[in-house]
């Protein structure tokens, strides 16, 4: 079992950064590649990005790449998510996720509890 705990989120305005962590215990983190998702009210969950196990591999959805950055510390047990220049439309609650890939359709058999962002604008 993993257990992942998300954190960071809170309200911005557009064009403004923040940092999302997502710790995890349990079984060695570094045995997944850990992916972050996201849910808006009214839509479906989607894929934002991943970093793969050794941590030099990401994959990035089109609609943040050049925005948002994934990174991860084994040492802490903690992955991140950098979010920079937000819009509005990066409103959602963010989900981390730890799974075998680092492809949108891949298995994540772990999942936080997922962290509210609010972008105003």
């Known amino acids: 079992q993993v257990q992942l705990v998300e954190s960071g989120g809170g309200s911005v305005q557009a064009g403004g950064s923040l940092r999302l962590s997502c710790a995890a215990s349990g079984r060695t983190f570094s045995r997944y590649a850990m992916g972050w998702f996201r849910q808006a009210p009214g839509k479906e969950r989607e894929f934002v990005g991943a970093i793969s196990r050794s941590g030099g591999r990401t994959n990035y959805a089109d609609f943040v790449k050049g925005r948002f950055l994934i990174s991860g510390d084994n040492a802490k047990n903690t992955a991140y998510l950098q979010m920079n220049s937000l819009k509005p439309e990066d409103t959602a609650v963010y989900y981390c996720?730890?799974?075998w890939g680092i492809g949108s359709r891949d298995v994540y058999d772990y999942w936080g509890q997922g962290t509210q962002v609010t972008v105003s604008s």
């Open positions: 996720a730890a799974g």
